[in-house]
């Protein structure tokens, strides 16, 4: 379903609501369970995130939003189409000064509180771009109070994977009482995997648990090469969290050449109320 500002897609097990309104970037407003809260208010955090070179990102940081491709992106129209139990839509986007359109769809099965995010970008624009980066998902947390998440992570390496630990999200992203300085911060918590053993340092999973209120979101990059994911605060104190595909920092960059499309690279995203909950074992 679409009206002028937001499309709402899903089924009795989840509930996606995006953004598409002109005055502000295509962005996840909710994604959540049966009977998940949305935020009144307007998402800040891009649906997509494009690392060009020659653009950057709007303020000088070293973690991956805010891109300046990424807030320019605007909404270029929508399809949403069923194969038996699977439900599938796609979000269309461009940025006219560059000419990059990015495809980003969205997959899930009927009762399932889970879904499969990729994006897919394609020049069409006339230049030749230097494509240093895309996610595969990027999205907002609303609601929810950076103080009261505890980050879920695994390491791995041979005869020594599992290690799983769970801390609270503050201890690796202080809070900076960033709505006196009106901006975000420039800090994150971020897990990279280069080269092609996905798991050989670290697991391609992760998850926030809600302390106070028993929600958790896990998601999994699911890549047989190098991939990141990281997560961080907003200056309203709400978090995001956007996995990504190769970047610059880790296995190089793309020369995206007219009609060319960069592959994608799937992340599976489990929602609040039908994942783990803060009473999951340790």
Do not use: I
Request: charged share 20%; proline share 5%.
């Amino acid at each position: 379903m679409e009206s002028g500002t937001s499309l709402v897609w899903g089924h009795s097990a989840l509930k996606l609501v995006v953004d598409v309104s002109p005055d502000g970037p295509v962005a996840v407003r909710a994604l959540t369970g049966p009977g998940g809260r949305q935020d009144p208010l307007r998402a800040a955090q891009p649906l997509v995130e494009l690392l060009v070179a020659g653009e950057g990102r709007v303020r000088t940081s070293q973690r991956f939003s805010e891109t300046t491709v990424g807030r320019r992106l605007t909404y270029a129209g929508s399809e949403q189409t069923r194969d038996g139990a699977w439900r599938e839509l796609r979000v269309d986007l461009r940025d006219e000064r560059t000419g990059l359109a990015a495809q980003v769809y969205v997959r899930s099965a009927d009762g399932v509180g889970a879904c499969q995010v990729r994006t897919r970008v394609t020049n069409q624009g006339v230049a030749p771009v230097v494509l240093l980066g895309v996610t595969s998902f990027a999205a907002g947390l609303a609601g929810h109070r950076v103080d009261d998440l505890d980050l879920v992570r695994g390491d791995s390496e041979w005869l020594g994977e599992g290690r799983w630990t769970r801390q609270r999200l503050r201890d690796g992203v202080p809070d900076l009482s960033l709505p006196v300085h009106h901006q975000d911060g420039r800090g994150r918590v971020a897990v990279t995997s280069t080269g092609t053993w996905s798991t050989g340092a670290h697991l391609p999973t992760g998850g926030l648990v809600d302390r106070a209120g028993g929600a958790a979101w896990l998601w999994q990059v699911e890549h047989n090469g190098a991939w990141r994911w990281e997560v961080g605060s907003g200056s309203a104190a709400r978090t995001w969290r956007c996995s990504v595909r190769p970047t610059s920092t880790t296995s190089g960059s793309t020369a995206s050449n007219r009609g060319r499309a960069s592959p994608p690279y799937p992340c599976r995203w489990r929602c609040p109320a039908t994942g783990w909950t803060a009473r999951s074992r340790r």
